[in-house]
């Protein structure tokens, strides 16, 4: 994956080098959009994805929406990395992501009340929540649905995602009791939580795609952008504040 050359260190370990063809992406910085743009169109080609283009277009979205949190909210002068590995005997996905920025709760708590990392990975992972307003839709830059959606395709799919900050992971786990049930509130899902865990200053997420379990991409859209909708109404009326609606096309 190149781990050591990206952190520009000598491990003291002898490694042969393996050529990735197509089995695994090595690990690409991402500071910018461009950056963000060159990794996914690395990514995408190289995992066996010509004949899944309903799973192409999820781990598309999946990647960039993760990633474009590390160049919107992370503000880590190192930017972001990116790797992923392909699964033949499993048909399966594992895309990792990592920053060393600000982590989850310092840029959720500039808008929202959150006391403990738990806390904030709980909002972030709610729909209409977003650390750059306190807006129950996010603004039309950031809708603050990105880790809903990363959440909601690894639900559907009955796949693991995972996201670490501060001292404490989130880890959802599959075989929910309503598959095809999409809750707001990521504590409802089936999941487990590690807290006390080594500090990390910034934020770490990994998800598996399971290629032969994907839902058809435009349909799980539809159907996220309802839940978003009606989550945010709800928001709306507890909090008793204006918003627009948000659209999703």
Same mark, same amino acid.
């Given at each position: 994956?190149?781990?050591?050359?990206?952190? +520009? /260190?000598?491990?003291?370990?002898?490694?042969?080098?393996?050529?990735?063809?197509?089995?695994?992406?090595?690990?690409?910085?991402?500071?910018?959009?461009?950056?963000?743009?060159? @990794?996914?169109?690395?990514?995408?080609?190289?995992?066996?994805?010509?004949?899944?283009?309903?799973?192409?277009?999820?781990?598309?979205? =999946? =990647?960039?929406?993760? @990633?474009?949190?590390? /160049?919107?909210?992370?503000?880590?002068?190192?930017?972001?990395?990116?790797?992923?590995?392909?699964?033949?005997? #499993?048909?399966?996905?594992?895309?990792?992501?990592?920053?060393?920025?600000?982590?989850?709760?310092?840029? =959720?708590?500039?808008?929202?009340?959150?006391?403990?990392? *738990?806390?904030?990975? +709980?909002?972030? &992972?709610?729909?209409?929540?977003?650390?750059?307003?306190?807006?129950?839709?996010?603004?039309?830059?950031?809708?603050?649905?990105?880790?809903?959606?990363?959440?909601? /395709?690894?639900? =559907?799919?009955?796949?693991?995602? $995972?996201?670490?900050?501060?001292?404490?992971?989130? #880890? *959802?786990?599959?075989?929910?009791?309503?598959?095809?049930?999409?809750?707001? !509130?990521?504590?409802?899902?089936?999941?487990?939580?590690?807290?006390?865990?080594?500090? $990390?200053?910034?934020? @770490?997420? +990994?998800?598996?795609?399971?290629? !032969?379990?994907?839902?058809?991409?435009?349909?799980?859209?539809?159907? &996220?952008? #309802?839940?978003?909708?009606?989550?945010?109404?709800?928001?709306?009326?507890?909090?008793?504040?204006?918003?627009?609606?948000?659209?999703?096309?």
């Amino acid at each position: 994956m190149g781990l050591f050359k990206t952190l +520009g /260190i000598e491990s003291g370990i002898q490694i042969q080098e393996h050529e990735s063809s197509g089995r695994f992406v090595p690990i690409s910085v991402v500071r910018v959009e461009d950056e963000l743009d060159r @990794a996914i169109k690395n990514i995408v080609p190289m995992l066996h994805l010509s004949g899944y283009p309903e799973q192409a277009k999820t781990l598309m979205y =999946i =990647i960039y929406e993760i @990633a474009r949190n590390v /160049i919107e909210h992370a503000e880590s002068k190192y930017g972001g990395v990116i790797c992923a590995q392909y699964y033949p005997d #499993k048909n399966k996905i594992r895309v990792g992501i990592a920053d060393y920025g600000l982590g989850i709760r310092t840029t =959720i708590k500039r808008s929202h009340h959150a006391e403990t990392h *738990l806390e904030a990975i +709980g909002l972030a &992972l709610r729909p209409g929540i977003t650390g750059t307003t306190n807006k129950p839709t996010g603004t039309a830059q950031n809708a603050g649905a990105g880790l809903f959606f990363t959440k909601s /395709i690894a639900r =559907i799919n009955e796949d693991y995602f $995972w996201i670490y900050s501060g001292d404490t992971a989130y #880890k *959802l786990l599959p075989k929910q009791k309503e598959r095809m049930t999409i809750p707001a !509130d990521p504590f409802i899902d089936r999941h487990s939580v590690s807290t006390g865990l080594p500090y $990390w200053k910034g934020t @770490a997420v +990994g998800i598996d795609i399971t290629l !032969d379990q994907t839902v058809q991409f435009q349909l799980l859209l539809d159907y &996220l952008g #309802k839940i978003l909708d009606e989550a945010v109404r709800e928001r709306k009326r507890e909090r008793k504040l204006p918003f627009k609606e948000p659209r999703f096309i």
